[in-house]
């Protein structure tokens, strides 16, 4: 399920006439997705190198619902969140994917190996965006 609570009610009622998503009362801008974890291997399609790159890809309503509430943007546009697999809470921030229309989540170790993730399993993170 996807969720929303923009601050501004045109926000909210664009969100909801056009993406489909609802603001909640809360007042938190929060929405939850799922996908599978991936590995990037830049150029190359042999195996990961060991300190490889791990990334949870944020698409669809849930980018678009982001785009449209998240604050000016910080370096390469990324966007700040706190973002929840399972048990596990850290701040970060989502990059934009120009060839996905979305952003990518990247997975530090820690937050792997917390929640026992490893690459091609689907993971549901909550995300949070960080306070304007």
């Keep these: 399920m996807t969720?929303?609570?923009p601050?501004?009610?045109?926000?909210?009622?664009?969100l909801s006439d056009e993406l489909g998503v609802d603001a909640p009362a809360s007042g938190a801008r929060e929405w939850t997705t799922r996908g599978?974890?991936?590995?990037w291997?830049?150029?190359?399609?042999?195996?990961?190198?060991?300190?490889?790159?791990?990334?949870?890809?944020?698409a669809g309503e849930v980018a678009q619902a982001i785009r449209a509430s998240s604050a000016p943007k910080a370096g390469f546009g990324s966007v700040r969140v706190t973002a929840?697999?399972?048990?596990?809470?850290?701040?970060?921030?989502?990059?934009?994917?120009?060839?996905?229309?979305?952003?990518?989540?990247p997975l530090k170790a820690s937050v792997r190996k917390a929640e026992a993730l490893e690459a091609d399993m689907e993971a549901e993170v909550s995300l949070i965006l960080a306070g304007r």
């Design 41 to 58: 291997r830049g150029n190359g399609n042999g195996p990961p190198p060991k300190a490889a790159w791990y990334f949870l890809t944020i």
């Design 84 to 105: 929840t697999i399972g048990a596990t809470s850290w701040q970060t921030s989502l990059f934009p994917a120009k060839e996905l229309g979305g952003y990518l989540l």
């Design 7 to 14: 601050t501004d009610p045109e926000l909210a009622r664009f």
């Design 3 to 5: 969720s929303a609570t």
């Design 36 to 39: 599978p974890v991936w590995i």
